[in-house]
């Protein structure tokens, strides 16, 4: 009762903006506001849930947009909801979901751990490396569960506290930062893709990787140096033997899988590459996300639970930012907010940081994926380089960890409770000021040079 009490709350207090006139702006304009602020609300007090406030902006632009925008038909708000880059994104979830039934990614990762042979330092940056490396093809959510999952019988040996918070903040930071590297490494990115897709404007996979990979690794080479700067430690040797065990065990284990585990490290690794060379082939990234879908489900390597399990929650709230975008552009929205707070005389740098702060700051308390939905509608419509505030927004949203709240990854590694909320808040505010100065000036470089 109380939650529907808070809906209606919400919609009156939007509603204000539908009925108060405001110059310049046309009713459709006036109504795209209102479903924004509408959004806003319910996206970051999650009265309802996130996916729920996507299907909210899709009802209410398919009902009334049509009848203030000329031309504009409801047809237009639907399309963004299965839009090539949701479909990208599909492609992405499922390749996650073979990589981990079949305990690929934990493979990977202990084969890696073990190689360092107890090393204290090397451990953990072995441990944030396989962590971000993993988080470029996978959620990073998974990814995090998975290393926190390997590691906490090593930190239940381990006395060093500095140690243990050190390594679990490397695997959390390691997380956010991995999956800027690729379009399906975290859903910002993907909605950056499909609103600058919207403008006509086209970024292929291994464009996007261009830009993001080379700042990604410089973030993790910082991030690692601060984490270590910040928490040294004592320890002179991590009892890897437990690693060398589980290894085994996991080996063991995925034998009976063979045909199937085989299968899924073809099908990864081809979709992978021709999502690299889709400029040089002329096929779309999505529609090459579309061949590990048909292989896995339909040779039964992945079964109809898999299926639902796939993260549909998020494809809808990324499907419900596309269409508010759409609705923003259309509506013109846009060039309003751009006249009324004369933007146009306002230098772009100025904007940009503007924009960047924002995302960053909202990032800390709502889902990276909320904030975008929001963000990247307005920044990539109101700033005159479209191509740079899509990569500032998208990445933006990926750097802010300063609270278990902040993202997934932070969360999880927070509830092992091995970590103090001081320790996290303190490495945060480091990385966050350090990876937004190295982010502004690496899109600067990698866009000027491009």
Partial sequence: MKKVILFFVALLISLTVF??????????????????????????????PLYVTSFVILLLEALFLPHYLSGVSYK?????????????????????????????????????????????????????????FLSMWMSNTAATALMVGVVIPVLERVEDINYNIALLLAIAFGANIGGMG???????????????????????????????????LILLATT???????????????????????????????KKFKISKWSVVVVSLLTILFWLLSE?????????AILPIIVFFGFKILDVNDFSSLGWDVLILMGGGLSLSKAIEVS????????????????????LIGFMAITIFLTNFISN????????????????????????????????????VSTPPNAIVYNTRKIPLF???????????????????GLHISLSLG
């Fill in 19 to 48: 009925l108060i006139p405001i110059p310049n702006l046309s009713k459709g304009g006036l109504f795209t506001l209102f479903i924004f602020v509408f959004a806003s609300i319910l996206w970051m007090s999650e009265i309802i």
């Fill in 76 to 132: 237009h708000f639907f399309y963004p909801f299965f839009s090539p880059v949701i479909v990208l994104f599909l492609g992405g979830f499922t390749i996650s979901k073979g990589l981990h039934k079949y305990y690929l990614d934990k493979a990977i990762t202990l084969k890696v751990v073990t190689s360092v042979k107890g090393k204290p330092k090397t451990l953990i940056l072995s441990f944030m490396l396989v962590t971000a």
């Fill in 182 to 216: 690729t379009p399906v490494g975290t859903p910002p990115n993907a909605i950056a893709i499909g609103i600058l897709n919207s403008h006509n404007v086209q970024i292929p996979f291994l464009e996007w990787m261009k830009v993001a990979m080379p700042i990604s």
């Fill in 224 to 254: 690692f140096i601060i984490i270590i700067l910040l928490f040294p430690s004592k320890v002179k040797d991590v009892p890897y033997e437990l690693f060398v065990k589980e290894e085994k065990e996991t080996e063991s284990f995925t």
């Fill in 280 to 288: 040089w082939i002329k096929v779309s990234s999505s529609i090459i």
């Fill in 332 to 351: 013109g929205l846009s060039k309003w907010i751009v006249n009324v707070l004369g933007l146009n005389s306002v230098s772009q740098l100025y904007v």
């Fill in 369 to 404: 994926t909320t904030t975008a939905a929001l963000i990247l509608p307005l920044a990539i419509t109101v700033f005159k380089n479209p191509i740079l505030s899509g990569y500032a927004i998208a990445l933006s949203a990926s750097i802010s960890m300063l609270l278990p």
């Fill in 423 to 441: 320790a996290m808040i303190k490495a945060g505010i480091v990385v966050i000021i350090v990876s937004a100065l190295i982010l502004f000036t």
